[in-house]
């Protein structure tokens, strides 16, 4: 039973790996396009999403290789999630500007 709530936990750290890592891009797309030095933003978005993944794969790493194949699953299902309600967020804004406009 041990085995099955550890993989879980590791499968929900995958997810709050990618949430963060994915919805921290999509944020650094969005300040960039309006900032006056977006290499800036790229470029610290990236130190910063990298490492905190890094990091947390660093803390799952010593439970072997099945751990690693579930944080990466999670993290995969992670970035489904977040580019579908990214997407749906854009097009909203989208439509409101469109709307406000006319």
């Given at each position: 039973m041990r085995d099955i709530l550890d993989i879980i936990m590791v499968f929900n750290a995958g997810i709050v790996l990618g949430t963060l890592f994915f919805s921290g891009l999509?944020?650094?797309?969005?300040?960039?396009?309006?900032?006056?030095?977006?290499?800036?933003?790229?470029?610290?978005?990236?130190?910063?999403?990298?490492c905190l993944v890094m990091i947390g794969y660093y803390y799952i790493a010593p439970g072997g290789w099945l751990p690693l194949i579930v944080c990466t699953f999670g993290f995969i299902v992670a970035r489904v999630v977040v580019t579908h309600i990214t997407k749906s967020i854009d097009k909203n804004q989208a439509k409101r500007e469109v709307y406000n406009e006319a």
């Amino acid at each position: 039973m041990r085995d099955i709530l550890d993989i879980i936990m590791v499968f929900n750290a995958g997810i709050v790996l990618g949430t963060l890592f994915f919805s921290g891009l999509w944020f650094t797309v969005k300040k960039a396009i309006t900032s006056k030095i977006p290499a800036i933003w790229f470029f610290s978005s990236f130190t910063l999403r990298v490492c905190l993944v890094m990091i947390g794969y660093y803390y799952i790493a010593p439970g072997g290789w099945l751990p690693l194949i579930v944080c990466t699953f999670g993290f995969i299902v992670a970035r489904v999630v977040v580019t579908h309600i990214t997407k749906s967020i854009d097009k909203n804004q989208a439509k409101r500007e469109v709307y406000n406009e006319a």
